[in-house]
């Protein structure tokens, strides 16, 4: 497929139909590996936004009541900064104003998929044993760049049925289901362009998600100040377009131009590279290992503590964001069934206890993706055949795994002190009583560690028993977190909401701390972890 002519590399002109030879193939190999996290992530969004217009009609049920919340968040910076400016005080705008960071969502998800079929095949092997067939050298990247079209497209067109069978008005939610599938595609152009860069899919991960986090930051700083900032940040033009809110379709050219900037550039950086390398250069190491890497943990924190950084930061700007909003909650929700909806889940009539309490139970599922991620570090360094070096020395396979283990326990622990800290340092300056505040956003967050820790048990369990199906953490989490919320709001059966572990976390502050539900969610965690290594320890390494 290529060609080197004086020590450089050259590829065959971009269209000649060889290169793209395999592409369904690829196409059919790569929805089949993801049957399970496809389907979730496109109808959750396609169908979410139609919820968050039903729980707003039953929360306000009168203009009168719609106009109240609205001018709540217009005077509230905090909440603009979070979830964007309103353009109207309709039912529409309203109801879909919190919807606002999907935008972003979709294109995490995006990233995600774009990066596991291009670099992590790469990184793997796998992608050059594929390479040595008949398949073309574009084959992977338009069957990853294709798949995510047509899950962006679904949600596009599930997206706009949904809202437009709540009672919206047909073109706003066009406009709005519409820009979240473009949000989507723009960034697969991103996560493809970051795959051509770096060697590694952590760190190609790292620079997507980077950019994503940057886009996050404009629009909030733009939107919460004179709005100029957020028209550097592709989330800005999504919020721009105004649906229901007097429609700039022109903005979605923004989205569709720089999507297919993207996706030009990822091709064009693509034949410029071999297959295996990043367009940046690794560079060497040192030629002696330092003593903090003389064993497991070590190495461990050498390859955990860039992701443990990147989400205690950004778990640290949600704090402050959330701390801000505190004492404004008393004007947006002081009557009514959105009151009854958030004491409902925060389990206590206090309403700003209410609403730290679900505020921590938000960023504990966030932590626990975090930890999802740290426990998959396993499943990675076995599948890249570097665990195998590692466990080759006088190392036991429990220490080896407690070493990444310990992130994923500990590092929940970290962040959730961080976001609780913050919340109470804000919430407490406001209120003139900062020890107070800070007991009782501290306690909120040490009582989730045990429902964290449980998802923890289960992805390693099935790394240890099945992990070949590791991934399918990623979707226990999914599940998680839409019954978590459905079953707040909605009413599901009780068994089905029970299933969630956050269900049973005492709901502190504002409640007396049940130390029993505690005690079986941590029992639950210890019997899967050890499942999960003594699963470990006994079978033959992939």
């Known amino acids: 497929m290529t060609t080197a002519v004086a020590g450089r590399h050259t590829a065959p002109a971009l269209g000649s139909t060889r290169d793209f030879a395999g592409t369904w193939q690829l196409l059919r190999l790569y929805l089949r590996r993801d049957r399970v996290i496809f389907p979730l992530w496109v109808l959750a969004f396609a169908f979410l936004p139609a919820f968050y217009v039903a729980s707003t009609k039953k929360a306000y049920s009168t203009p009168i009541d719609l106009d109240k919340y609205a001018k709540t968040i217009e005077d509230t910076p905090a909440l603009v900064a979070m979830y964007g400016n309103l353009y109207s005080h309709d039912l529409g705008p309203l109801a879909l104003w919190k919807a606002g960071p999907y935008f972003a969502f979709i294109g995490v998800a995006t990233i995600l998929t774009v990066i596991r079929h291009t670099r992590v095949e790469e990184e793997t092997g796998r992608a050059e044993l594929v390479g040595a067939t008949s398949i073309g050298r574009y084959a992977g990247l338009t069957a990853v760049l294709i798949m995510t079209t047509v899950g962006c497209g679904l949600v596009a067109l599930f997206g706009t049925m949904g809202l437009k069978g709540s009672g919206l008005p047909g073109s706003g939610s066009l406009a709005f289901a519409g820009t979240l599938g473009l949000s ?6 991103v996560g493809a362009v970051a795959a051509q860069v770096s060697a590694g899919a952590r760190t190609a991960r790292g620079i997507a998600l980077g950019a994503l986090a940057a886009a996050f930051a404009l629009r909030a ?9 957020s028209w550097f940040s592709p989330l800005g033009w999504c919020l721009q377009v105004r649906a229901f809110g007097g429609e700039r379709w022109w903005v979605m050219l923004l989205l569709v ?11 064009w950086l693509l034949q410029d590279r071999d297959t295996g390398s990043g367009l940046v250069a690794e560079r060497p190491g040192p030629p002696r290992a330092d003593a903090a890497l003389s064993g497991p943990a070590g190495l461990a924190w050498r390859l955990q503590r860039g992701s443990l950084l990147g989400w205690a930061i950004g778990f640290l700007l949600y704090g402050l964001l959330m701390g801000g909003v505190v004492n404004s909650v008393g004007d947006m929700l002081s009557e009514g069934a959105v009151h009854d ?4 889940m925060g389990g206590t009539d206090a309403l700003k206890d209410a609403f730290i309490t679900l505020a921590m139970g938000m960023l504990a599922i966030g932590s626990a993706a975090y930890s999802l991620s740290a426990t ?3 499943h990675e360094e076995e599948s890249s055949e570097r665990a195998e070096a590692t466990l080759a020395g006088a190392v036991s396979r429990p220490r080896y795994a407690a070493s990444h283990l310990g992130f994923a326990l500990l590092g929940p622990a970290l962040l959730l002190v961080i976001a609780a800290v913050a919340i109470g340092v804000m919430y407490g300056f406001a209120d003139g009583d900062m020890a107070g505040k800070l ?3 501290l306690g909120a967050a040490l009582v989730q560690l045990p429902a964290v820790w449980v998802l ?11 992990p070949k199906y590791t991934q399918v953490a990623w979707g226990v989490l999914s599940l998680v977190l839409v019954i978590y919320f459905l079953g707040a709001l909605n009413g599901l059966p009780q068994w089905v909401v029970d299933l969630v572990p956050f269900t049973h976390v005492p709901k502190v502050p504002g409640s007396a701390l049940q130390v029993a539900p505690l005690l079986w969610l941590l029992a639950v965690a210890a019997a899967l972890l050890g499942m999960g290594i003594v699963a470990f320890r006994r079978r033959d390494l992939r």
Not at 257 to 267: F, L, M, N, P
Not at 341 to 344: D, F, N, S
């Open 376 to 378: 998959m570090r396993l």
């Open 456 to 466: 923890t048990g289960v992805a390693t369990a099935i790394y240890g028993l099945a």
């Open 221 to 229: 700083i733009g939107d919460a100040g004179n709005g100029v900032l």
């Open 184 to 189: 989507g595609l723009l960034w697969s152009g």
């Open 257 to 267: 131009a720089t999507a297919v900037i993207g996706v030009t550039a990822a091709y």
């Open 439 to 441: 007991a009782k956003t």
């Open 341 to 344: 909806v958030v004491t409902r």
